[in-house]
């Protein structure tokens, strides 16, 4: 049986994992701007350079607590293709339903400061999504609350 990680190194694990979501989300932006026209493109922008902030963010939070931070993926397979922007609408809100669930992780795994900053990009994240997609959810960072509330919304 594995030995159950240590308080630091599950807040480092859940950190990593954070930062290789702010990775993904910066990519999937890319993709999104490309598709996105007018006031959604501004929002596309403003919303890659939260994710590119906060990415350099929990970068140096992975040095402090003794790791080396997860470097970004050359690419990332999208989870659907993305070729409208009603697409790219549906993909970012995707994307912020991820990043909510990372940092809903590393708010249980972390203490003091970095629960409290990982609080504040996990509700980012939420107002995002529920931008990107129109509606909120009820539990943000909960991936199958948010899947629940899409169905809902298109039935």
Same mark, same amino acid.
């Given at each position: 049986m594995k030995p159950e990680p240590s308080p630091g190194g599950r807040a480092l694990e859940a950190a990593q994992a954070a930062l290789a979501a702010e990775h993904a989300a910066a990519y999937g932006y890319g993709v999104i701007g490309a598709r996105s026209g007018g006031a959604r493109a501004a929002q596309a922008r403003e919303s890659y350079g939260g994710h590119l902030a906060r990415r350099d963010a929990l970068a140096?939070?992975?040095?402090?607590?003794?790791?080396?931070?997860?470097p970004a993926e050359a690419a990332y397979a999208l989870p659907f293709e993305v070729r409208t922007p009603a697409d790219a609408e549906r993909l970012a809100a995707e994307i912020e339903d991820r990043v909510a669930g990372?940092?809903?992780?590393?708010?249980?795994?972390?203490?003091?400061?970095?629960?409290?900053?990982?609080?504040?990009?996990?509700? =980012?994240? =939420?107002?995002?999504?529920?931008?990107?997609?129109?509606?909120?959810?009820?539990?943000?960072?909960?991936?199958?609350?948010?899947?629940? =509330? %899409?169905?809902? %919304?298109?039935?």
């Open positions: 140096r939070t992975v040095r402090e607590l003794g790791g080396a931070p997860r990372a940092y809903s992780d590393l708010v249980r795994a972390a203490e003091g400061p970095l629960r409290r900053e990982a609080a504040d990009a996990l509700s =980012a994240a =939420a107002v995002r999504a529920a931008r990107w997609r129109g509606v909120g959810v009820a539990f943000p960072g909960l991936t199958e609350r948010a899947d629940e =509330a %899409q169905r809902a %919304q298109h039935s």
